[in-house]
């Protein structure tokens, strides 16, 4: 955060209090089920009040959204105008970023310098990358027979149900509307019930500034009982969904139930981080580690939860991340000296505190295993960052998805036993490993059992570069080229030009 920031408070404190409606076929709609009480995690006190959409509005979005659909009210739109309004969004986003960054922290938790400096630019980022692609994915000429033509086309795939969760709420937006839009299809955005106001905030901005058609764009404001039908609807041809592996299986029931709708997932994780005995610079590389572990308060599906450390510098690395926990200063994710924000809601901190308490009857409590409630901090959902040592592989801490900042040190003396602690849960986001040994550093890889892979610097991301997990982690890939694919369907034309 540079220091000329200036946090625009007055501004949101009159913001929050204006109606948070719908946003449906370009009109703005009071949702018709009960008010939703949107908390600030950081102090307990409510920040507004939103009616939430009930399943028979969220039926009568993805109605109009088909309409919009199969009147091609987007896909028509040429490619050019689709990237300039992208474009636009971009824009829109990186001239509101203070504005964005707090609406983004509020109901979260997170950092408000976390926000600004990486969560909400990168957004803007997201659409630009996206805006670029709408001219260069496109179909091919397949090598058939002679008096033969076969040629393929990316089409749209229709109305796109995109569901968020509430870690990274903007971000994980704009991953799945800037694609879905750039390949012509209709989009329906349903923001987490805990996290709505970025995606409040820029449908209003866009409403306000573009000449993006009625009905292209739609958001959902809802919990998971009425957003149900989103993935049930025979009018929704596609969910793109991010959150728990719980709901990921429910939405492949639904859409199996219904019209077999194609899915994206994006789950849980429990990933893995080996440190060998010959980590290159292994104090930079516990630093890396535990940075990403801890940072988001925890709230990350992609952070290393289980650090398996070789038996000849395990004691090393665990003082170190004792001392680097134990420094670290939880509160108002609003200051800048604080280094951890509250957990983004109750059910949340609950579960955080269960499964710490889990933790204590199963393994060696080192640093934490406690909710801070110091001063100001009294009221919000703070937990000290909290490190288990000797933790078996099988423990449930070592095994279930915790989503807070409760990390769990495991022993290992071979190479064959780190293998197989790393790919010994339900889930395979992502692994990390450090060593210096190349060979082995390709070996091991080659025998994890993860959607992403990191050498030698646990979390590396890039819009370039596929994103997303094996197991019970998910299904397909967000980012790069793998979104465009994911947004459209192949459709295969012959020609039949007769013999030569
Ligand atoms: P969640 O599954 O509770 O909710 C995610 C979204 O789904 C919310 O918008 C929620 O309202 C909606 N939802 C809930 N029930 C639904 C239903 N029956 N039908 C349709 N929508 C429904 O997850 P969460 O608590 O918001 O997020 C945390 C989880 O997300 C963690 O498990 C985390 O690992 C996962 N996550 C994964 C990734 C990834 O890329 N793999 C990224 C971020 C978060």
């Not at 990403?292 to 690395?317: A, L, Q």
């Not at 495991?410 to 064959?416: A, G, P, S, V, Y």
């Not at 997990?469 to 998910?474: A, T």
Request: net charge negative; charged share 20%; with cysteine.
């Amino acid at each position: 955060m540079t220091t000329q920031t200036i946090i625009p408070l007055a501004w949101a404190k009159d913001w929050l209090t204006q109606p948070k409606n719908q946003y449906i076929n370009g009109e703005w709609v009071k949702g018709e089920n009960l008010n939703w009480d949107l908390k600030n995690p950081a102090n307990g006190e409510s920040l507004c009040q939103i009616p939430l959409a009930s399943s028979q509005q969220v039926e009568a979005t993805a109605v109009i959204a088909n309409q919009h659909h199969e009147a091609g009210t987007w896909s028509k739109v040429s490619r050019t105008e689709r990237a300039n309004l992208l474009r636009a969004i971009a824009t829109l986003i990186r001239n509101n970023v203070e504005k964005l960054a707090l609406l983004e922290t509020l109901p979260n938790g997170k950092l408000f310098s976390e926000s600004m400096t990486d969560d909400i630019p990168t957004c803007a980022d997201i659409f630009d990358y996206y805006a670029g692609w709408t001219d260069k994915y496109y179909g091919e000429t397949s090598p058939v027979d002679k008096g033969f033509l076969n040629y393929t086309l990316k089409e749209p795939i229709g109305v796109c149900a995109l569901i968020a969760p509430w870690n990274f709420p903007l971000y994980q937006a704009s991953l799945k509307i800037a694609p879905a839009l750039a390949m012509g299809n209709i989009v329906i955005i349903k923001p987490s019930e805990y996290t709505p106001l970025t995606t409040v905030f820029l449908m209003e901005l866009i409403d306000e500034a573009l000449n993006i058609p009625a009905g292209v764009i739609n958001m959902l404001l809802t919990d998971g009982a009425s957003a149900n039908q989103l993935t049930l609807s025979h009018n929704v041809h596609k969910v793109s969904f991010t959150g728990s592996t719980d709901i990921g299986r429910r939405i492949v029931q639904n859409s199996g139930q219904s019209n077999l709708k194609s899915t994206t997932l994006e789950l849980g994780g429990k990933s893995p981080c080996i440190f060998f005995e010959d980590a290159p610079d292994l104090d930079g590389a516990i630093d890396r580690a535990f940075t990403v572990m801890f940072s988001h308060k925890g709230e990350k599906c992609s952070e290393p939860t289980r650090f398996i450390i070789h038996s000849n510098i395990y004691d090393y690395v665990l003082d170190k991340l004792i001392t680097k926990a134990e420094a670290i200063k939880c509160g108002n994710p609003l200051s800048a000296d604080v280094d951890q924000g509250p957990q983004c809601n109750e059910v949340q901190f609950n579960k955080i505190m269960e499964y710490i308490k889990i933790g204590k009857s199963e393994a060696r409590l080192v640093t934490g295993g406690y909710a801070d409630t110091e001063g100001e901090n009294a009221k919000g959902y703070f937990i000290r960052p909290t490190i288990f040592a000797d933790v078996a592989p099988d423990a449930r801490i070592a095994q279930e998805e915790i989503f807070g900042p409760v990390l769990s040190c495991i022993r290992f003396d071979t190479t064959e036993e780190a293998i197989s602690i790393a790919n010994g849960t339900e889930y395979g986001l992502a692994a990390g490993l450090y060593t210096a040994n190349v060979s082995r550093a390709h070996k091991v890889a080659e025998q994890l059992d993860s959607g992403m892979l990191f050498i030698n610097r646990y979390g590396c991301y890039g819009l370039a570069a596929p994103f997303g997990g094996f197991k019970q982690s998910g299904w397909g890939k967000e980012m790069a080229i793998h979104s465009l694919s994911s947004y459209t369907k192949t459709k295969g034309v012959w020609v039949y030009y007769g013999d030569a």
